[in-house]
């Protein structure tokens, strides 16, 4: 957002990626990993009002 912030799409933002977050971590503990590492957060404008949060990693056992 340019020149200033906005409250609504931020907590929508962080909404999303805290769900994609823990739907890797359920993935990553169905293959009895104990850690994810290199984790990305990467966000697309599918089209006007819909966006995309994707996130990976790599699950190991530490």
């Given at each position: 957002?340019?020149?200033?912030r906005a409250g609504a799409?931020?907590?929508?933002?962080?909404?999303?990626?805290?769900?994609?977050?823990?739907?890797?971590?359920?993935?990553?503990?169905?293959?009895?990993?104990?850690?994810?590492?290199?984790?990305?957060?990467?966000?697309?404008?599918?089209?006007?009002?819909?966006?995309?949060?994707?996130?990976?990693?790599?699950?190991?056992?530490?």
């Amino acid at each position: 957002v340019v020149g200033g912030r906005a409250g609504a799409y931020e907590s929508k933002l962080k909404e999303a990626r805290d769900i994609a977050m823990e739907e890797m971590k359920t993935f990553a503990r169905q293959k009895n990993a104990n850690a994810i590492v290199g984790i990305d957060v990467d966000y697309e404008v599918v089209r006007e009002g819909m966006l995309m949060v994707a996130v990976s990693g790599t699950a190991v056992r530490i």
